[in-house]
């Protein structure tokens, strides 16, 4: 009997160290970020893709991944089932992001051949050009995203909204009015 308690414990603690993560596009449970998640075939890299970067992480210890650039090496994630995870920094907080949609190539689908969401593609572009502004263009390239890829996508926005009023300037003004129209602008107020 206790041989087979002792291999139960043992295989359902692997099964729980070794989720296996799966390819697609997350969700913040904020609602504030959406992230293209790529698992490489070996299984010890997850790829993650921004709208104005591309994060690798390297398994480190069972469900943890950290970031493989050595001036990054603070930041991982932690891997809690095959459609959850935890991004946080050492030392600091963790935000839940959890799949909200598969996407079998999502590496070739983003950053930029999202179908029908040219605005993502635009604020995509800017995000990667213009070096000053380039947080406003992700918020407005993140705003486009969920506009294409969510039926009610008021939640997602005025989140974004939350986010990039406090950086601007004059917080009156929406920098992306072809995304986020001026009616969403002014119903979300500044906390």
Same mark, same amino acid.
């Given at each position: $009997?206790?041989?087979?308690?002792?291999? &139960?414990?043992?295989? =359902?603690?692997?099964?729980? &160290?070794?989720?296996? &993560?799966?390819?697609?596009?997350?969700?913040?449970?904020?609602?504030?970020?959406?992230?293209?998640?790529?698992?490489? #075939?070996?299984?010890?890299?997850?790829?993650?893709?921004? /709208?104005?970067?591309?994060?690798?992480?390297?398994?480190?210890?069972?469900?943890i =991944? =950290?970031?493989?650039?050595?001036?990054?090496? #603070?930041?991982?994630? *932690?891997?809690?089932?095959?459609?959850?995870?935890?991004?946080?920094?050492?030392?600091?907080?963790?935000?839940?992001?959890?799949?909200?949609?598969?996407?079998?190539?999502?590496?070739e689908t983003?950053?930029?051949?999202?179908?029908?969401?040219p605005?993502?593609?635009?604020?995509? *572009? $800017? %995000?990667?050009?213009?070096?000053?502004?380039? #947080?406003? !263009?992700?918020?407005?390239? %993140?705003?486009?995203l969920?506009?294409?890829?969510?039926?009610? %996508?008021? /939640?997602?926005?005025?989140?974004?909204?939350?986010?990039?009023?406090?950086? $601007?300037?004059?917080?009156?003004?929406? /920098?992306?009015?072809?995304?986020?129209t001026?009616?969403? !602008?002014?119903?979300? /107020?500044?906390?």
């Open positions: $009997m206790k041989k087979t308690l002792l291999l &139960l414990v043992l295989f =359902y603690g692997n099964v729980l &160290l070794c989720q296996t &993560l799966t390819s697609g596009i997350y969700s913040s449970s904020d609602l504030g970020y959406t992230y293209s998640v790529d698992t490489k #075939q070996e299984g010890n890299i997850i790829t993650i893709t921004e /709208p104005n970067r591309v994060n690798k992480y390297i398994k480190s210890d069972g469900n =991944y =950290y970031h493989s650039e050595a001036k990054y090496d #603070q930041f991982y994630i *932690k891997v809690v089932a095959n459609n959850k995870y935890y991004t946080g920094k050492k030392g600091g907080t963790e935000q839940l992001f959890t799949l909200s949609s598969e996407n079998d190539n999502s590496t983003l950053p930029s051949g999202i179908d029908n969401c605005l993502y593609d635009k604020y995509l *572009k $800017m %995000a990667q050009t213009d070096d000053v502004e380039v #947080q406003a !263009w992700v918020f407005c390239g %993140a705003a486009a969920a506009k294409c890829t969510y039926s009610d %996508a008021k /939640p997602y926005i005025e989140q974004i909204i939350k986010s990039l009023k406090p950086i $601007m300037d004059n917080p009156s003004d929406c /920098p992306c009015t072809d995304v986020i001026q009616i969403e !602008w002014q119903s979300v /107020p500044i906390d």
